[in-house]
């Protein structure tokens, strides 16, 4: 035998081979892809048209026009704090008078939970056919609960 040869041992590799993982990877990439506009269609519902514009900011109080449970509207000026209006066109006339001496003035609106959607929008768009450039809606905070 030879003395002076001397057999190498070779260490074994400690790689993963990444390739199979990558395609499952994109294979699953595929049917989220597929998949996610199926699953976000939502539930159809009926809307009523209105068109409406986001409240701007302003440092001014802005009037309120609210609507309670029972279906009743009232208006806050800010110096006299609600007083009920029995029609919904007389409180239009109210808030144009209003906004004739104060343009720049925001309008909001507060409406009760319980009060059906239709008469929130109903009273949106009479405002804005007033002459409100924007109507906003007043929520209440979730800390305030």
């Known amino acids: 035998m030879?003395?002076?040869y001397q057999r190498k041992r070779r260490r074994p590799v400690a790689e993963i081979n990444v390739v199979p993982y990558i395609d499952v990877m994109l294979v699953l990439l595929i049917i989220f892809m597929v998949t996610a506009p199926i699953v976000t269609q939502?539930?159809?519902v009926d809307l009523p048209t209105a068109s409406a514009e986001p409240l701007p900011s302003d440092s001014k109080p802005p009037v309120i026009a609210s609507i309670d449970a029972e279906g009743n509207y009232y208006l806050d000026v800010g110096s006299t704090s609600n007083y009920q209006i029995l029609e919904l066109d007389k409180l239009a006339e109210e808030v144009a008078a209003i906004l004739l001496i104060d343009p720049e003035r925001p309008v909001v609106v507060k409406g009760d939970?319980?009060?059906p959607y239709e008469k929130v929008i109903q009273l949106m768009t009479t405002l804005q056919g007033a002459g409100v450039p924007s109507v906003g809606l007043m929520t209440d905070s979730p800390k305030e609960k």
């Open 2 to 4: 030879m003395q002076g």
């Open 42 to 44: 939502g539930v159809k």
């Open 113 to 115: 939970r319980s009060i």
